[in-house]
């Protein structure tokens, strides 16, 4: 199973920009897609997950300003970040976990990354 993401880039404090992730392999199910950011020198944080069934996680500094989704039918996920700040700038990661199909066996990947810069 392998991730590919897309969307990022830089813009200006305020602004708006979308991410999307795209799983694909042997699927057999994805339980829950997430994103995840990293900047140097400090540990990848959860930004924002969702379950196969809707339910949602998101960091605080997120909330309110962030929206995750999912399209299950097409293994996809997206982030929509709005009144983005320059906190947010980061690398992030589209993860997947789940299980493959036959042979069923558990997976979890995470995608290449892709950078956000947020600044004036």
């Known amino acids: 199973v392998q991730l590919q993401a897309s969307g990022g880039g830089s813009v200006q404090p305020g602004g708006s920009l979308r991410l999307s992730c795209a799983a694909s392999?042997?699927?057999?199910?994805?339980?829950?897609m997430g994103w995840y950011r990293q900047v140097p020198g400090k540990q990848r944080e959860l930004v924002a997950t969702?379950?196969?069934?809707?339910?949602?996680d998101y960091a605080d500094s997120v909330k309110g300003r962030f929206t995750i989704s999912r399209d299950n039918a097409k293994n996809t996920a997206g982030l929509q970040m709005s009144s983005l700040k320059p906190g947010d700038t980061a690398i992030y990661y589209c993860?997947?976990?789940?299980?493959?199909?036959?042979?069923?066996?558990?997976?979890?990947?995470w995608g290449q990354g892709t950078q956000v810069t947020v600044s004036s």
């Open positions: 969702m379950t196969h069934t809707g339910s949602t």
């Open positions: 993860s997947a976990e789940g299980f493959t199909t036959f042979p069923v066996r558990d997976f979890e990947v």
């Open positions: 392999g042997k699927i057999g199910n994805i339980n829950t």
